[in-house]
Nanobody
Framework: QEQLVESGGGLVQAGGSLRLSCQASGRTFSNYPMGWFRQAPGKEREFVAAIAWTGATAYVDSVKGRFTISRDNAKNTVHLQMNSLKPEDTAVYYC?????????????????WGQGTQVTVSS
């Protein structure tokens, strides 16, 4: 059974950085796309970034140039490096895995989810 566990969240001042990690279990991690989503209070869960098994990436416009997604298939981990953080980045961040090849920005296309990690950016 696939399990995803996020870590690395916390409280940071605007302009600061955080690096989120997602540890995946299972033997097929390297074969499928991984994504990061976030959910702020009172808002729907939204796509942030995704990475295919090839290393191809996609980002929501609001984080382009500030966030970088990467993966280490040997360690079954995916990371989200977040720089120049803004108060509007405050949310619970979720790691997710898709069971089909190809990047998707739609949360309904992801089958496995972590429990989330809180990121709070103070102004």
């Amino acid at each position: 059974q696939e399990q995803l566990v996020e870590s690395g969240g916390g409280l940071v001042q605007a302009g600061g950085s955080l690096r989120l990690s997602c540890q995946a279990s299972g033997r097929t991690f390297s074969n499928y796309p991984m994504g990061w989503f976030r959910q702020a209070p009172g808002k729907e869960r939204e796509f942030v970034a995704a990475i295919a098994w090839t290393g191809a990436t996609a980002y929501v416009d609001s984080v382009k140039g500030r966030f970088t997604i990467s993966r280490d298939n040997a360690k079954n981990t995916v990371h989200l490096q977040m720089n120049s953080l803004k108060p509007e980045d405050t949310a619970v961040y979720y790691c997710a895995r898709r069971s089909m090849h190809g990047i998707s920005t739609h949360r309904s296309q992801y089958d496995y989810w972590g429990q989330g990690t809180q990121v709070t950016v103070s102004s």
